[in-house]
Structures are given as C-alpha cells and as structure tokens.
C-alpha cells in the first residue's frame, strides 16, 4: 500500500502534482501511459535522432506522446494574439499594434492570476480523484469556480472602468493609447470566460486527459482567427481583433463546460469529465477551500512575479515611441510561438521524470531528464534558425510601413535566438519539477528577469545602448534562468530531494 498523507516541502501544488504521479507509478505498478493520448510514432524521425544520439527512439517515443497535446494547445493559445497583432498592423498600423502591447499585459498578468488558481486546482483534483474521491474532487472544481469568479469578476470591472487611466500608465503617446483603450475595454469580459476555461483545462489534466481541452482550445484559437480576420476585414479594426477574442473565448468555455457537466462528446477521443460541476448540492467546503487558496497562493505569487516584468519594459519601450513598442511586442509574440514547444516537452520531462524517481530508478530518470534536454534544444534551434533567417518575411506579416520593418526584423531575429534559451529551460525546470525540486526554478525567474534584465533594459535609457538595452533584456531573461537551472539539474541534487516524496511500500 501506498503513503500519501505526508508532504514535505514548500511548494504544496508541486508536491501534490508529484506524489499523485510517483503514487501511480510506484514500484510495483507498470509504467503507462494515460489511456487518452492518441498514439503517435515517427519511426524515421526517432531513428534519425537516436543514431545522432539525442534520443534514443523509446524514450522518444514516450515524450511525443506526452508532448504532442500540450505543443497542440500551446500553438492553438499562442497564436490567437499573434494573429490579432498581424491583423493590426497591416489593417491599422504599428501604433494600434503598441496599443495591444499594452492592453495585453494586463490581459496576461490578470490571466496569470487565473493560471495559479488553475494551478491549485489540478493538484486537489489529482489526488482525490487518484484516491477514488471523485466526490469531493468535485468539490474542489466548484471552489476553484466560485473562488476564480470572486477574483476576475472585480478584475474585469476594474479594467472596464478605468481603462484609460490604466492604458496611460505604460505610454504617453494618444494613438497606441486609444487603441489599448478600446482593445482592453472589449476583451476584459473575455478574462471571466478564460478563467472557467483555464479551470477546466486543468480539472481535465487532473484526471489525466488533456486531449479534449486540447481540441477544444485548439477550436477556439481557429475561430478567433476566423472572427479576426472577418471582422478586421468589416472595417472594425482593433475592436474587431477584441470581438473575435471574446467570441471565441466565450465558445470555448461553452463547449469545455459541456464535458465538464458530464456531457459527452461526438468526436473520437474526447470525452466527457469523470470530475463534473453541477449547481445542486453544496457548493462550499471550509477545508478544501482553505487547501485551494493555500495550494494555489504561491503558484500565484511566482506567475504574476514572473510577469510583472513587462511593465516596466513596455514602458521604457515606449520612452523610444510606438514604433518600438510594437516590434518589441511582435518579437515577444514570435517567441512565444516558437516557445510553444516546451510546453509539451516540459509537461513530458516532469511527468516521466517523476515516473522513473516513483519507481527509484534515478538513472533512467536522469536519462530521461538529458534526452529531453538535447531534444528541445535542437527542436528550438532547428525553428529559431527558420524565423532568424526569414525575419523581415515575418516582420512584414505584422507591419506594413517599409520605415517600421528594419526595427521588428531585428526584435524578431533577438527574440528567436531567445527562444532557444526559453525551450532548453523549459525542459530543465520540468525535470526539476518533477523531482520536487522547485525553489531553484523560482528564483532563476526572479534573478534573471529582475536582477539582470530590467537593469540592463533601463541602462538603455541612460547610456548609448539606447534600444540595444532591450535586446540585451530579452536575451538576458531567458539565458540568465537557465544558466542558473541547468547548473542545478547537473549537480545532481534534485535526486536526493525527490526522495522526500516518493512512495513507499507497505
């Protein structure tokens, strides 16, 4: 039989997300894999890697089928902001593009918020749903319901009210202003959608399926491009980029609600959630939304930490004028598309990770934890060295003025080479999740974003640097973080930590 009732540690979502795993796969259990992935093999492409001794092809095997619906999602949710910009740009022009820069970082901080609660509520989920307490795992999803409308209601009334003032904070010039104005007044409704979608995502991860919210987002984000361009295309401008995310956000969280009631599905792999929502019966439980707020608090903290950042760099982007903001902006959009593809292989590292420390097989799992290294960084590089090559290609996809091209070409090359550093760290900070080892990752972030980023960023306004100080912020808050989380996995300790929490037998 195995213990659960003990957890050590400071970073109570990670312990529970990984005592929930190694639980699973214990030393007398089989090593499997959740029964909804769809099976994916590219023999010729495993083979090609493992005789370039990346990846040998099992272990590949095992990360794509980990990864490939997390990469799916990641593009689906990436690409509808950098649609809206490209849409923008051509139809408006680089100042409406610095508008959304700037309602958009209040869309992502706020949104962070939600990935936290989101965040705690997988882990509660997870354990007593893997403890055949689907019951009261329900109950964590109505508190993580009722606790996330308490947070983003005020919130979207907040943004709607003082918009201007708001928008105003991060620039002085009035064309970005009035479109950030009226991009963020649109779409902050859309924040209450994302919330009930990010909940649910999780609550279906929790019960080891992310399949369907993968189908689901991915609908979502080809709607929004499809109401993008039509309403863009009406003449509606930035309001009708901010329709297409509210609509679409809205379907979204309309037909993930489906499942989560208890709905079925008629698409082949989609199904409805063992862990359901309903409105009858008690919505409150003291406990289990005290555990929420506790498990989710930290996990709050580090995402807005971790995104707060872009404050002050929008600001001093904004100090050289709009046409920087915006292909600052257009670069960081790039990159995180590019970035896309950690999310599947960071999910990938701390899931089998963790599986071979559950089954005290330290050096498989550091095999694992290497492969997937190796693996992400020639994936990153391989799509890094596309968009470097084409970049005035894909500047001119967000730009239309011939005067603007050179200086987003040039946040496009920056940010690609960055997301090579952003991919690599993805994979060391999910083996280090996976052991347990979390502080390390937490404080790589808050160095290098706080520590050297924003300095050299606003060294940029003092010295010759000029708008050089922003390249170097960039390349900076990714290569810092990871220097510093690839130092940790090659010591060797996040071994003995994952020890604390492993299962044992008896």
Not at 80 to 86: C, G
Not at 326 to 343: M, N, Q, Y
Not at 456 to 472: E, I, M, N, R, S
Request: with cysteine; net charge positive; aromatic share 10%.
């Amino acid at each position: 039989m195995v213990s659960t009732s003990t957890v050590r540690g400071t970073n109570a979502f990670d312990c529970c997300v990984l005592k929930h795993c190694l639980v699973a796969i214990s030393t007398d259990s089989p090593k499997i894999l959740p029964s909804n992935y769809l099976a994916v093999r590219l023999p010729a492409l495993a083979a090609l890697l493992a005789r370039a001794g990346i990846i040998d092809e099992q272990r590949f095997d095992r990360t794509l089928d980990l990864s490939w619906p997390r990469i799916v999602t990641g593009f689906a949710i990436m690409s509808k902001q950098t649609v809206d910009l490209a849409l923008v740009g051509w139809a408006v022009g680089s100042a409406a593009v610095a508008g959304l820069a700037y309602a958009y970082a209040y869309w992502t901080i706020s949104k962070y918020v939600g990935i936290g609660v989101a965040g705690g509520t997988v882990a509660l989920v997870s354990q007593n749903y893997g403890g055949d307490r689907a019951d009261r795992a329900s109950l964590v999803v109505k508190q993580g319901v009722w606790i996330a409308l308490l947070i983003v209601l005020p919130t979207v009334a907040c943004y709607m009210l003082f918009t201007d003032p708001l928008i105003g904070l991060l620039g002085s010039d009035p064309g970005p202003i009035g479109h950030g104005s009226t991009y963020l007044f649109i779409v902050a409704p859309a924040l209450a959608f994302e919330y009930l979608n990010l909940l649910m995502s999780r609550t279906y991860a929790g019960v080891s399926d992310t399949f369907t919210p993968m189908v689901v987002r991915a609908g979502g984000g080809l709607l929004n491009i499809i109401l993008s361009v039509g309403f863009v295309l009406a003449g509606l401008g930035v309001a009708g980029v901010a329709l297409g995310t509210l609509i679409s956000t809205a379907a979204a969280m309309v037909v993930l609600g489906w499942g989560v009631l208890g709905g079925s599905y008629p698409v082949p792999g989609m199904r409805a959630s063992p862990v359901t929502f309903s409105f009858g019966g008690r919505q409150f439980d003291r406990e289990l939304g005290g555990q929420l707020l506790t498990v989710s608090t930290p996990l709050i903290a580090r995402q807005t930490a971790k995104m707060a950042v872009v404050f002050p760099l929008l600001w001093i982007a904004g100090t050289f004028g709009p046409v920087v903001v915006a292909a600052f902006e257009v670069g960081r959009r790039i990159r995180d598309l590019l970035v896309s593809f950690s999310w599947g292989f960071s999910t990938a590292s701390s899931t089998l990770v963790g599986q071979e420390l559950g089954g005290g097989d330290e050096p498989e799992a550091a095999a694992y934890g290497g492969a997937i290294l190796r693996l992400s960084f020639v994936v990153h590089l391989a799509a890094a060295l596309v968009v470097i090559l084409a970049a005035p290609l894909f500047a001119r996809l967000f730009v239309s003025d011939p005067a603007d091209l050179a200086q987003t070409a040039t946040f496009v090359r920056v940010s690609a080479a960055t997301a090579v550093l952003l991919g690599v760290n993805g994979a060391a900070v999910g083996a280090l999740r996976g052991a347990g080892d979390t502080r390390w990752p937490f404080v790589a972030t808050l160095f290098g974003q706080y520590g050297a980023a924003l300095p050299v960023a606003a060294a940029g306004l003092f010295t010759p640097l000029g708008v050089g100080g922003l390249y170097g912020a960039l390349l900076l808050g990714a290569g810092v973080p990871l220097a510093v989380n690839l130092w940790r996995y090659r010591s060797g300790k996040w071994k003995a930590i994952s020890r604390e929490y492993r299962p044992t037998s008896g």
